[in-house]
């Protein structure tokens, strides 16, 4: 039977606010186990939560990035349930009436479009962690990120595939950073996905029983579990079996799925609106005052990229992954006026060194300046591609300008004709056999000649000049 995928994905984002979404508490990450929490957080009898408005104003700048709708009053509802790292009994969220919907982001797959609609971006507090003993049968709670502001972003079921589904988190997770509303730390969990996915023979308008999958913590390990429950699924389907809806949990180290519980349905929450919280009125002026700061997001960059520097569209994709990446690629352009060759640096050798280092181009040892002058010296003759390669590295390493490491290696490019003439000459005389040879007609030995004259100069010859001297010398 042929089967027609479903994915939908519910998309968790801790934002970087410096204090938690209805208390004064630090939101930072790595503190010692319930060393920022309060009696608000902890739901203790008679607190009251005050709502963080720096929490709406960053979800409304994520929800204007997705095409949203951002609603003009929007209020918070209790979703209860009980489990030991939720103290209150219920989590502050929104349900009936959410802060932004009907949104979409667009997807670029090989060069095809593909819009991913949004149901719902909402707000929302954190719940806190449990840790599990491995060696006693114990749990241990640290509710340091009780209270810790969400905004959750609630997908159309509209991918078909793995690889679709892991290209739309993507999407979401470039916007999120560049926005600068969340860190995008998957390790963290600051960054959580869950993913619902059925299937469906293909042409059936009904949707099949949905699974939803928890706990992964990467791209790779989404697009994974994802691939592993299709072919559940589908196994279980095409054997006579009927597919359970269900909560399973992604095991990385196994590559399958396991059933967690039940899949809960709104329903089973008990939803009804927050007594301690007032609606939320947005007015016209608040959400164009918060247009105005969204920076040039990912996507339009890309595309002034390919139109304004001409590169090719993946040096765009590679450039813009990245907010800072992106603006030192810019830097170096602006003081180098070489698009191509900047492009081909940045995405080389200086991502290269940065990928060893597992380091951020923000702590890169070589400036945009630096850079821009090292290109500039290349095209002005004063040294090769090769010595750059050799200056470039040198530069990582210690931090110097281009032109004290050329100074100090003594790398001064050789385009002086008349020595290059008399090296050209001496390696002629030296090589009689070849040079007949070459005369009569084995075209491919003048690459033996411009190795014996870049060894002689110790690469400081210009490659150039050098093919243009021994052209005529060898013509006789």
Known sequence: MDFETVIGLEVHAQLLTDTKIFCTCSTKFGGAPNSHACPVCLGMPGVLPVLNKKVVEFAMKMSLATNCVINKSCSFARKNYFYPDLPKGYQISQYAYPLAEHGH?????????????????????????LMHDEHNPVSYVDLNRTGVPLIEIVSEPDMRSPEEAADYLKRLHEILVYLEICDGNMEEGSFRCDANVSIRPRGQQEFGTRAELKNMNSFRNVQRALEYEVKRQQYIVENGGTIVQETRL??????????????????????????????????????????????????????RFVQVYQIPAYDAGVLTADKALAGYYEEVVRLCASPKAASNWVMGDVLRFLNEDKRDIRDCPITAAALAEMIRLIEDGTISGKMAKEIVEEMYKTGSAPKAIIAE???????????????????????????????????KLFGFFVGQVMKATQGKANPQIVNELLKKMLAG
């Open 105 to 129: 982001v667009v997807l670029d797959l090989n060069g095809a479009k593909k819009t991913i609609g949004i149901t719902r971006i909402h707000m929302e507090e954190d719940a806190g962690k």
């Open 409 to 443: 290696k003594g790398m001064v490019q050789i385009t002086d004709e008349g020595e290059l003439l008399k090296t050209i000459a001496a390696i002629i005389e030296a090589n009689p056999g070849q040079v007949s040879d070459y005369r009569g007609g084995k075209d």
């Open 250 to 303: 992604w095991d990385d180290a196994q590559g399958v799925t396991n059933p967690m519980r039940g899949k809960e349905e709104a329903h089973d929450y008990r939803y009804f609106p927050d007594p301690d919280l007032v609606p939320i009125i947005v007015d016209d002026a608040w959400i164009e005052s918060i247009r105005r700061e969204l920076p040039e997001l990912p996507l339009v960059k890309r595309e």
